[in-house]
């Protein structure tokens, strides 16, 4: 057979995916109504991205503040606060033979090491004679000192559990335990959207995270907390991969950069933070950060509509048609352009119950698609580990934490702004491949001002290299979200979309402890994170490029040995036996090509 895009007619060679070719039916010429409504909305046509659809993507979108408040909450109720030991309990550690490692002129509040207790603050007097309190001090037990009194206003698990001293591990331990419950969900909650559906699981799962995230501001121990943090990591991390997925399969294959770039999480730990600043209780801002979301989504679910593309690759036929009828604005809008249905369901029931359910084996079905799956999980694993790695320890940084975290986040703006221009011009790849190496330079950066012995004096420096290379790691997270929806089919996207998102979420759990390796080198974490960076930035080329290519929707079959050519503006190869026709009795036209052929 000859070249597949020009077997589809006019139109059709623009709208490719990696894996197949969908036959796609040529444009109707508009009518003078809809002539007349392009001209009344300007140059723009709302085909792909009609008004509903508009609101569709909106809506779920605004997930994100259930999403971002659950994962980033660690920040502002774990932070460490200030305590003070008064003068009766600092008389009994004298007592021990409490003694600074120097001695200290005057009545200064100084930093410095006992052989005993390690303090932040010291009232001392020429001979080293304590004559105050000791600031947070811990005793040659590993307990915190006897009498403590702990300074802050803020009421964190710290305080309520005193995780300091010997336990002080305990807060990123709680951290840990609930990233590596965002990669059980990523995993478990996205091969059950594929198997039920993108609507139904995603309405379960933002319950679910509102009677847990409620549940753990009554833990008794630790240890409860712990556990109750885990379930709520499962609940984020599949509708991490929802709040992408769902959206992104209503849109219009011209307006995906747009609909895969901009999203709220940004706005949403912003808004944490304010919330936070005014809710100094650790349990109070739990219960309001988990209620408050998920009620106002309930609103919508009469208004939100299961995904087209679902329902067509389950043979939902009907369903589907009556969905996209929802989406049109007129007679002569296709909404969807790119999704091809036919004009009845399979009758026969064996014919139904025929339908595969896919698994995670599918990801590796032929080359191409074990090559995509593997890289894009490498790479998921280093955008976790440098984001949240950054973020979680804002709270160690010097200055405000709420104006840190603001800040932090307000940076990810410009390269959103950035990511809509550049993956329409330069397309996924190399714009991928720009964000994820100037995020691993300027990461790696670091260590040369380490080398200088430099890194107390420039000290701002340091942070303005890590806070850049964060925000060239989230402009490469951004475009993979997006560069992962598209290489995956319908059929295995959140599948897909969720392994790459339970390997980013690996990286979410080693996020905290990469913090350790400081103690053998301060510069060590930086190393580490921005080699890994750069080798994910040159994988990447290896992945094929996806812009003005249609969403795949269904799988070539187990025999397909698929190649991507070099040059990424040239389709792959095609023989005459390589492309043949998958119809089923519903009268779809779609085409796949046992090598991959775009």
Known sequence: MGDASA????????????????????????????????????????????????????????????????????????????????????????????????????DDVVRSTWTTATTDGLNVTGNGTAMGYLQNACGADGLICPGYRYADRSHSIISEWNLVCNLDGISDLITSIQMAG???????????????????????????????????????????????????????????????????????????????????????????????????????LLMVTSLVPTVALWFSYRFLTESPRWLATHNKLEEAKKVLATL?????????????????????????????????????RTPLLTRCTLVLMYNWFIYSATYYGLSLNVKNMPGDIYVNTT?????????????????????????????????????????????????????????????????????????????????FPTVVRTIGCGAAAFSGRLGGVVAPQVSYLSKVSPALPFIVLGSCSLVGAFLGLLLPETKNRALADELPPWNTCCRRDLDIDDDFDVTDESVKQVDTKSNEVLMVSQNGKV
Request: aromatic share 14%; net charge negative.
């Open 407 to 487: 800040l932090l986040v307000m940076l990810e703006w410009p390269v959103n702004v950035a990511i809509v221009f550049l993956n329409n011009k330069i397309g996924r790849r190399f714009t991928h491949f720009g964000f994820m190496l100037a995020g691993g330079i300027f990461t790696f950066s670091v260590m040369f001002v380490n080398v200088a012995g430099k890194t107390e004096e420039l000290s701002g420096l340091v942070t303005a290299l890590a806070l850049v290379g964060k925000a060239g790691v989230a402009g490469a997270w951004a475009v993979g979200w997006l560069f992962t929806a598209e290489l």
């Open 7 to 106: 077997s589809n007619g006019d139109g059709a060679g623009d709208r490719k995916s990696p894996y197949f070719e969908e036959f796609q039916h040529e444009e109707m010429s508009p009518g003078p109504e809809e002539q007349l409504k392009r001209k009344n909305f300007g140059c723009c046509h709302w085909e792909g991205f009609g008004p509903r659809q508009f609101g569709i993507f909106a809506v779920v979108n605004l997930c994100d503040y259930v999403t971002a408040w659950t994962i980033m909450i660690p920040i502002f109720i774990g932070t460490h606060p200030t305590w003070k030991c008064p003068s009766p309990s600092i008389a009994s550690y004298n007592a021990t033979g409490l003694t600074p490692t120097a001695a200290v002129a005057g």
């Open 328 to 364: 049109s604005t007129s007679e002569e809008d296709h909404p969807m352009p790119d999704l091809m249905l036919g004009d009845s369901e399979p009758a026969a029931d064996e014919e139904k119950s025929s339908l595969r359910k896919y698994s995670y084996w599918d990801l590796f």
């Open 182 to 284: 965002i990669a059980v969900g990523a995993v478990l909650i996205s091969q059950l959207a594929d198997t039920f559906g993108r609507k139904p699981v995603w309405f379960t799962t933002i319950t679910v995270n509102a009677v847990v995230g409620f549940a753990s501001a009554f833990a008794p121990r630790w240890e409860v907390y712990a556990a109750i943090r885990f379930f709520s990591g499962i609940c984020a991390g599949g509708l991490g991969n929802l709040n992408f997925i769902w959206p992104v399969e209503f849109i219009g294959m011209k307006w995906r950069v747009l609909g895969g770039a901009i999203n709220f999480w940004q706005v949403a730990v912003m808004s944490l933070a304010l919330v936070a600043y005014f809710i100094r209780d650790w349990k109070t």
